[in-house]
Each structure stands twice: as C-alpha cells, then as structure tokens.
C-alpha cells in the first residue's frame, strides 16, 4: 500500500463524526465519542466506530469479528491498550498532568514527533497537545480520516478556532506502509527531521518488525532523535512481540534499545515501552 499524503481540513474531519449514511456508498461514520483516562487529571477523547461502518469504510465483511486482516486492514479502528500506556508514559516522561481548556503544559523545545501506526492517534494527540507538531501514520486511510483526523479536532478545539477551521494545526496525515512512507517523507524535506516517534501495538508481525525499524532508522534525526515502541512481550498467534523486536535492533546495532517500562497488570500478557537512542 503506497504512502501518501492525506491533506484534510478540521470541516471535513468535524462532519465525518457527525455524518451518516447517505446511501450512496460514501463514507459511513456512525461514530460514539469516548473519553479516554490517560491519568486522572488528563483525558482525551477518541471516536468508536459501529462494526457495520467500520466493515463498510473497508468494504470488508465481517471486520467486527477479527483484529487484523494482513494487507489489507491493520488494526486501526481499535485503541489499543499499549497506546494507554505510551500515551501515560509520555506523561510522566514530560511531566504533563494537566488538561484544560485554556492552559496546556508546553513540551521543551516543541519537539516534531511521528506516530507510527497510529490508529487513534491517542499518544501523538497528547503530546500534540502539549505543544509538540505531529504527524500521523496509519496503514489504512480510512482510519486517518474517520478516526484519527476527528480526534485531533475534538480534542485540540482551541487550537482549531485559531487556525479558522481550514487546516490542521502543527499535524500532517501519511497512510500507506512503513516500506514506501521514508520516500515520501522524503520528497517532503521531513525524512530525518523527526525528534521523536512514537508507536503502539505494531510489533506484533515478525514479517514487518524490519520495515518499521528501517523507517524508524530514516525517519528520526540522527543523534538526538529516540523512538518509544510500546507492546505486547508476545502476540500469541502472529509470533511478534517485544523480545524478538529487541533481537532484531541488537542485530541491527543502529540504536541502544532499552526496556524503560513494564506493566503487568494480570489484564493481559506483559506490556512494555522501549526506547530505542542512537549509538554514540
Ligand atoms: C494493532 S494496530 C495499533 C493501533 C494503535 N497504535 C493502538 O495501539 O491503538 C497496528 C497499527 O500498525 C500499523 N501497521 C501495521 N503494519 C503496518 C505496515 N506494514 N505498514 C504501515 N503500518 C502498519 C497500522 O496502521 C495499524 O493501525
């Protein structure tokens, strides 16, 4: 699936929560808005799609009832719950504990993040939050324009009144797969330019871990830049997972990569966050 680029206006992402079936194949968004609790004192909101609109938006039957369906449909319509985690990581890593209206923590140095494969987007909408510029990457378009756009504008209204509703504030959209987006990003003067890039939940196929490292690799700034891979220790049936991850960027020998967290709350297998620093 080729990259490109999603050039969407807050409008268009505000009526895709709204908007309903016309009939006429067009997008289908029967969308319930969320709260997320990332910390007490810090919420966001994301979308959740019907299973009828989400099997719709892929034209694919029976979406509802499986996770993944490789090369076509990735994941994205779900949060999932190492995006919680990265996204209450990034907290206490920025010490970002509060959200209001009005007074946002400001990042240091409002640094330029990718999230890749994104889904919801919740970690990059929170550092977006804070300040920081964001792009998003998801495999399926459909996820960045039903979901993922319309989080960024329900979450960061202020922001949106600002820049009159045309455009995103400091965030860009980039579907397609991590194979083809370096080129991209490349055409676009941002290959290399990214402080920091965040994913959730994309480790889980052994037969992607290389391409997401390889674009990881290109898309960061070499030196300062570091990556925060939260995830499974193990995908029980596709076979990824934290510790062959880890195998495959020590073989590498790009980065030191370290696991800076673990959650083991007896809800699911082990979670993690790794970070991934370049060498000196
Ligand atoms: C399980 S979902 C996780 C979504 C979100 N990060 C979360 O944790 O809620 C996995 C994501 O990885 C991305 N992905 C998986 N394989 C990919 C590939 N080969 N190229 C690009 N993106 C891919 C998809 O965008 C998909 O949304």
Not at 81 to 105: G, K, N, T, V
Request: with cysteine; proline share 4%.
């Amino acid at each position: 699936m080729p990259a490109e680029e999603l050039i969407l206006s807050t409008q268009e992402a505000g009526d895709a929560r709204s908007a309903s079936d016309a009939g006429s194949g067009a997008v289908v968004c029967d969308v319930l808005t969320e709260v997320v609790e990332i910390l007490p004192n810090v919420r966001l909101l994301k979308g959740r799609l019907s299973s009828r609109a989400s099997s719709q938006l892929l034209q694919e039957e029976g979406l509802a009832d499986s996770d993944l369906i490789p090369g076509n449909y990735e994941g994205g319509f779900k949060l999932w719950e190492c995006a919680i985690d990265l996204a209450r990581f990034m907290c206490q890593h920025f010490s970002i504990d509060y959200f209001d209206q009005h007074a946002y923590p400001q990042l240091p140095g409002l640094p330029r993040v990718l999230e890749l494969g994104c889904g919801q987007g919740i970690p990059g909408i929170l550092l977006l939050k804070a300040g920081a510029e964001v792009h998003f990457q998801d495999y399926n378009r459909e996820v960045l324009t039903a979901l993922t756009a319309p989080n960024v504008t329900a979450n960061t209204a202020d922001n949106n009144r600002q820049a009159e509703g045309h455009s995103f504030p400091r965030s860009r959209f980039f579907s397609g797969d991590w194979a083809t987006l370096p080129t991209l990003l490349e055409k676009e003067g941002l290959l290399g330019t990214y402080d920091i890039i965040l994913s959730a939940e994309t480790i889980y196929s052994l037969d992607s871990q290389q391409q997401l490292l390889s674009c990881i690799k290109q898309c960061l700034r070499p030196t300062t830049g570091q990556a925060w891979v939260a995830a499974k220790s193990y995908y029980f049936g596709v076979g990824g997972g934290t510790a062959s991850f880890i195998r495959l960027v020590e073989k590498d020998g790009t980065f030191n990569v370290k696991t800076i967290d673990v959650i083991n709350d007896g809800a699911s297998n082990k979670r993690e966050i790794l970070t991934l620093k370049f060498k000196r």
